[in-house]
């Protein structure tokens, strides 16, 4: 296999489920493994509540545009089924979908469930986790994101070992309790994601 | 060298401090926020400088500007609507003149992710006959930053850095050098900085004399970059600021590219825009805001012998950010392949106000008290309580510019709205609201006030606000407000009757009131939790 230069991956959800955490991970990851990075994020009005996405551009060579050209982004990563599909006109041809099947709703006219699903599955090779369920078992309901980041870890072009160091260097200061509940849900979204 | 992953604005703000920053101002405001808040983080650990944040915009620049007369270097950043509210010491400025280097630091919102409108800041630089930088990455933001504190000082100007959302709020890598010493204090010359006529006819003469300067140092600029292809003379492309990365980003595979002009000063590098356009058929004109560069090449009568496009010729939009495609396709490059949805409805889903917010609270009490009472108008504001706007609330009818609720209240209230009704957060009341209270209260005009006092600035992250608490009460009752016709609630579901019955009483009497909702921001609360 020749060696991967260059990962484009969206990730989506909405304000508040912790989508630049992931990309703080996969950013430190990818630099220590001698990547450049470029990540565009939402802030401001959209933060609340609202469908946020982050551009994460990793290349051994230049990156020029911030924002990931349609049709060229190797990886969707969502927290939110809804969300997943949002940015789907990105996600090139042999693209790969990971998504969250917990729904955030928080409007009145979330579409049909098993719809939503159905429309998911109908994707090449996408990969639905049950991220809320697996969080509740890692400890708790708050680390749904880095479940996601575990079930995404087998197709990102960074190792796990770089991923787990990076989760430690953001966790760790937040005390014991919540850097063990990230690792476990780093495992069970791997796991997973088979 | 050093290597730091940083936002754009973060760069930004990293090249000032070392530049030897001595002071750094500024009013909270989406993309421009995280200067201020990364300065202030800086700030805090070597105390090497003063970084603040100001009660607005003007107060900001006129704070950053007695930096400059003290003959230190001064920074002051905003968001591109913030710099009208600046607007007149800043048009003033460039008559002045800087004397420690003076940047104003301004980040345009082009597609209006956070704002009101998607105006484009290249024209105040070209307004005041300054010189401005637009930077095209994180690398360029945090150079061109330092080398701008040098020019300012070099050639007696304030000196603009125009940022767009998307690099302000992106993050890369930057290679920083050594910090340049901070400026010893030096007063300015009282003639130069004192605009009497007799006095402002000679600085004004100095703001147009030096014009060809800065179009020659637009010219010898570093970041200007005029790269040919002499095989390819169908043609030429000029891009600025992110804009550039757009066509490179189109052309990383190609084997060859198009005759390409990299703009990033203003005045425009205009010896360098006369020689690419010499060379190529057809010029396309990449730009990220209005089309400044475009225009002014188009004229009243284009380019004679030339095929200009562009955001006029309908090549690029007009309005929103652009973008890798709109791009590519005024490149007349073939699409790439994608995935589509097909015919998947996809559902909105719109930013909202956080559940429990006392916002909402107030909203529900005042549709409330609102019910039967003719034809209301509720005048809103720049906040998260903008979002009163949607459903369920559907609460609010304006929201134009920092302030213009209790100005806009009053004026309906004089045309014959009743009740006329102003809806306003405490930041946005001290940033702009005070003098039109003070109008109010003195022509005692029949409308009600509510000042949704949630203790912080919200919707940028929870900066300080300055008229909070018990000074914001003194403030209402110093711009002579009745003290009786001045109420306090607490939005709470459980005081919802008595909220609605307060609100009732004030609408009612025929004069100024105000009603301040006293209760603070959940996630500012939540915050604070987690820090203790």
């Known amino acids: 296999m020749t060696a991967i230069r260059k990962q484009d991956i969206i990730l989506a959800g909405v304000g508040g489920q912790g989508i630049l955490s992931i990309a703080f991970v996969i950013d430190n990851a990818a630099l220590k493994e001698g990547f450049n990075v470029k990540q565009a994020e939402v802030h401001g009005m959209a933060q609340r509540g609202g469908a946020v996405q982050s551009h994460l551009r990793l290349s051994k060579d230049r990156i020029w545009s911030d924002l990931i050209p349609r049709g060229e982004a190797d990886m969707i990563l969502s927290v939110e089924p809804l969300e997943a599909l949002r940015y789907l006109d990105f996600l090139h041809p042999g693209g790969k979908l990971v998504t969250s099947s917990t729904p955030f709703v ?28 697996l969080a509740k078992e890692a400890g708790t309901s708050k680390v749904q994101n880095t479940v996601m980041l575990g079930a995404a870890a087998k ?4 190792t796990e070992d770089s991923l787990l160091e990076s989760i430690k260097v953001l966790f760790a200061p937040r005390g014991d309790k919540v850097l063990e509940a990230n690792i476990r849900a780093f495992e069970l979204g791997r796991r997973a994601a088979g | 060298m050093d290597r730091e992953i940083l936002l754009g604005d973060e760069a930004v703000a990293l090249g000032a401090v070392h530049a030897g920053l001595a002071a750094g101002y500024s009013y909270p405001g989406t993309p421009a926020s995280e200067i201020m808040e990364y300065l202030i983080k800086v700030g805090q650990k070597t105390k090497a400088f003063i970084a603040s944040w100001s009660v607005n915009e003007k107060t900001a620049f006129e704070e950053a500007l007695g930096v400059s007369f003290a003959g230190k270097r001064a920074l002051v950043s905003m968001k591109h609507v913030g710099l009208n509210v600046a607007a ?6 460039s ?76 993050r890369a890598g930057v290679e920083t050098r050594d910090p340049h010493p901070p400026n010893e204090l030096h007063y300015g010359a009282r003639q130069c900085w004192t605009l009497l006529p007799v006095n402002a006819r000679v600085q004004f003469k100095k703001v147009l004399d030096r014009q060809p300067e800065l179009i020659k140092l637009a010219e010898a600029s570093r970041f200007n970059k005029l790269e040919i292809n002499p095989d390819d003379k169908s043609l030429g492309v000029i891009a600025s600021g992110i804009a550039y990365n757009y066509v490179l980003e189109n052309f990383k595979n190609a084997a060859k590219k198009p005759s390409i002009l990299k703009v990033s000063t203003y005045p425009l590098p205009e010896e360098l825009v006369k020689e690419l356009i010499a060379r190529v058929e057809t010029v396309l004109v990449a730009e990220e805001g209005y089309p400044l560069i475009e225009r002014s090449l188009k004229g009243l009568f284009g380019l004679p012998g030339k095929r200009l496009i562009g955001k006029l010729s309908g090549h690029l939009p007009l309005a929103g950010e652009l973008s890798p495609e ?48 003719g034809k209301p108008g509720v005048f809103s504001d720049i906040g998260c309580y903008t979002l009163g706007y949607f459903p369920p609330h559907n609460a609010i009818n304006t929201c134009v510019c920092m302030g213009a609720s209790v100005g806009m209240a009053k004026g309906a209230a004089e045309a014959g709205v009743h009740p006329s009704v102003a809806v306003i957060g405490d930041s946005t009341f001290g940033h702009s609201g005070i003098t039109s209270l003070l109008s109010a209260a003195a022509f005692n005009t029949n409308m009600v006030l509510i000042i949704l006092d949630n203790c912080t600035v919200a919707m940028t992250g929870g900066q300080p606000s300055f008229a909070t608490g018990e000074r914001l009460l003194k403030i209402i009752e110093g711009v002579g407000v009745p003290k009786e016709h001045i109420r306090v609630i607490t939005p709470l579901p459980k005081f919802h009757e008595q909220n609605v019955r307060i609100l009732r009483e004030e609408i009612e009497y025929a004069g100024i009131s105000v009603i301040v909702a006293v209760r603070e921001c959940l996630e500012e609360a939540r915050k604070k939790s987690k820090r203790a």
Not at chain 1, 155 to 158: G, Q
Not at chain 2, 88 to 93: G, I, K, Q, T, V
Request: aromatic share 8%; glycine share 6%.
């Open chain 1, 106 to 133: 928080n409007i009145p006219d979330y579409p049909d469930q098993g719809k939503l699903i159905g429309r998911i599955r109908e994707i090449p090779g996408s990969v639905i986790v049950d991220s809320e369920a």
């Open chain 1, 155 to 158: 197709d990102l072009v960074v």
């Open chain 2, 88 to 93: 007149d010491p800043f048009m003033s400025a």
């Open chain 2, 95 to 170: 008559l002045t003149g800087a004397n420690g280097g003076f940047l104003v630091v301004v980040a345009d919102d082009p597609s209006m992710h956070s704002s009101q409108n998607e105006q484009d800041s290249r024209f105040y630089a070209q307004f005041a006959q300054i010189f401005c930088y637009e930077p095209a990455d994180h690398q360029e933001a945090y150079d061109m930053t330092r080398e701008a504190f040098d020019l300012s000082e070099k050639m007696n100007i304030p000196v603009m850095i125009r940022m767009v959302t998307r690099l302000s709020h992106s």
């Open chain 2, 326 to 373: 709109t791009v590519r396709q005024a490149l007349a490059l073939k699409p790439l392949e994608r995935q589509t949805l097909g015919d998947f409805k996809l559902t909105g889903r719109p930013p909202q106000l956080c559940v429990g917010c006392p916002h909402a609270d107030t909203f529900k009490a005042l549709n409330k008290a609102l019910e039967g009472s």
